[in-house]
């Protein structure tokens, strides 16, 4: 069945500073790729999506790039700030569209000052 | 666009009693609705599809019997937690998706349910 993995957490990073948290996937045919991201007692909302090989999600400074050669969704930031802080899981969707979604176990970002 | 939104967003209740938590989409019309528990610090779980006007479609290990899901409108799912106990105590979150060949969900912003 599909699946995702991503990197264990927390990941602690200082103000500005470069992040990238890791994900790969496991899936069947040609699946669309997310992130989301949940702040602390909240639920999730979509941060980028790509539904194809090479796509490129990006959104408030976030990217990932649909690598299908490495089965990879990385997202990334070149500056991070405190308020980026939260928790943060890759998804995919199964390639028949209509399918329900695989969360990977979260990564949690810390952000000091 | 794209509001989805839930109530409450936190009940406590006395173990035995019944819970109901709504999920609307609240500017687009959801086709298909889904409910999520989580853990603390864990992922999420789905427990169950559900689609406007016919039955859910739960995961395997959820008991249908205990959680009731009704997707009566293209805008609204409820989730009934019938004879609650303390091990139902847990984060609730649905989300919704349009139709249109769009795998994009959108979620509410969850309810915390505690069972006393």
């Known amino acids: 069945g599909d699946s995702v993995t991503q990197m264990e957490g927390p990941v602690t990073l200082s103000e500005e500073a470069f992040l990238t948290i890791n994900c790969t996937y496991t899936?069947?045919?040609?699946?669309?790729l997310f992130w989301y991201v949940q702040y602390p007692g909240e639920g999730l909302q979509l941060l980028l999506k790509a539904t194809k090989a090479d796509d490129k999600g990006s959104n408030k400074g976030f990217e990932a790039t649909y690598r299908k050669e490495t089965t990879s969704f990385h997202l990334e930031k070149g500056s991070v700030q405190v308020s980026d802080s939260a928790v943060y899981f890759c998804a995919l969707s199964g390639g028949s569209g209509y399918s329900t979604l695989t969360f990977g176990k979260g990564t949690m970002l810390l952000v000091s000052p | 666009g794209a509001v989805v939104s839930q109530h409450p967003s936190w009940v406590i209740c006395k173990s035995g009693t019944s819970v109901k938590i709504e999920c609307r989409s609240l500017?687009?019309?959801?086709?298909?609705m889904f409910w999520y528990r989580q853990f603390p610090k864990q992922s999420l779980m789905l427990m169950a599809t559900s689609n406007e006007g016919s039955k859910a479609t739960y995961e395997q290990g959820v008991e249908k019997d205990k959680f009731l899901i009704n997707h009566a409108s293209l805008t609204l799912s409820t989730l009934t937690v019938t004879s609650a106990h303390p091990e139902d105590s847990s984060f609730y979150i649905c989300?919704?998706?349009?139709?249109?060949?769009?795998?994009?969900?959108?979620f509410g912003p969850g309810t915390r349910l505690t069972v006393l």
């Open positions: 899936a069947t045919g040609y699946p669309s």
């Open positions: 989300s919704a998706r349009t139709g249109g060949g769009t795998d994009t969900q959108y």
């Open positions: 500017d687009f019309q959801a086709t298909t």
